[in-house]
């Protein structure tokens, strides 16, 4: 008897993975729907509200890694169709080798904390900063470090240790895109996760966040990233 390799089919794939696509930071307001040897993300409502279309990036995004650490890539196809104006986004898998980056990205998937915990006073890094600023302009959106101290306290507010806060970032994205924004979120964590940085968001309060992206950008997402006091 002779063996031979099985390679699995690209919808038996998605739907291995779809669970850790669901890990990424969101708000609910969509599902999957598997047919046609594709995963089809809907959202429940045609008008969906901008933090519903952050999720839906990231959520993306994480399938997009946890893709590509199983050896697949993703062929990704956005936007509505005539029949269905809540049709948002169709993925195929298709046969891709991974980066050392991408298999450590989905590897944290599973270990990332969102808790706005307890930061110590080391600093990170602007190197380490720098590889975060890259991934977010990956996905198309821009990362800002808030160096003013007055600044980053206001958006503190509310929020656990002042004193010991990390560092804030703001993501900024063009009008319109949200789903941009939401990718580029998850980009930042998973990456953040592989650095060793705890990563929580913060509300983002738009006139103090535009002093920081800028007038031709919308903040979308305010983050505060820091080491775990130890």
Aim: proline fraction near 5%; include cysteine.
């Amino acid at each position: 008897m002779t063996m031979t390799n099985v390679v699995p089919r690209g919808d038996t794939v998605l739907r291995s993975v779809l669970h850790l696509a669901d890990l990424a930071p969101h708000a609910g307001g969509y599902q999957w729907r598997l047919s046609d040897g594709a995963a089809h993300l809907h959202v429940d409502t045609p008008d969906s509200p901008a933090h519903v279309l952050r999720g839906v990036g990231a959520v993306l995004h994480h399938l997009r890694i946890a893709l590509a650490a199983a050896g697949w890539g993703a062929l990704i196809g956005r936007g509505t169709v005539p029949s269905d104006q809540t049709h948002i986004a169709s993925v195929r898998a298709v046969r891709q080798q991974p980066t050392t980056e991408q298999v450590a990205m989905a590897a944290a998937i599973s270990v990332r904390s969102s808790e706005d915990a307890d930061y110590s006073e080391a600093a990170v890094p602007w190197t380490v900063l720098n590889r975060l600023a890259a991934q977010a302009r990956a996905e198309g959106a821009q990362l800002d470090v808030v160096l003013d101290h007055g600044t980053r306290l206001r958006m503190l507010r509310r929020s656990r240790s002042l004193q010991n806060a990390g560092v804030v970032v703001v993501i900024g994205v063009r009008e319109g895109e949200e789903i941009a924004a939401g990718a580029a979120l998850s980009a930042v964590l998973l990456m953040g996760t592989v650095w060793g940085l705890l990563g929580c968001q913060l509300p983002v309060r738009p006139v103090v966040a535009r002093q920081v992206v800028g007038p031709d950008l919308v903040p979308q997402v305010v983050l505060r990233l820091g080491y775990p006091r130890t």
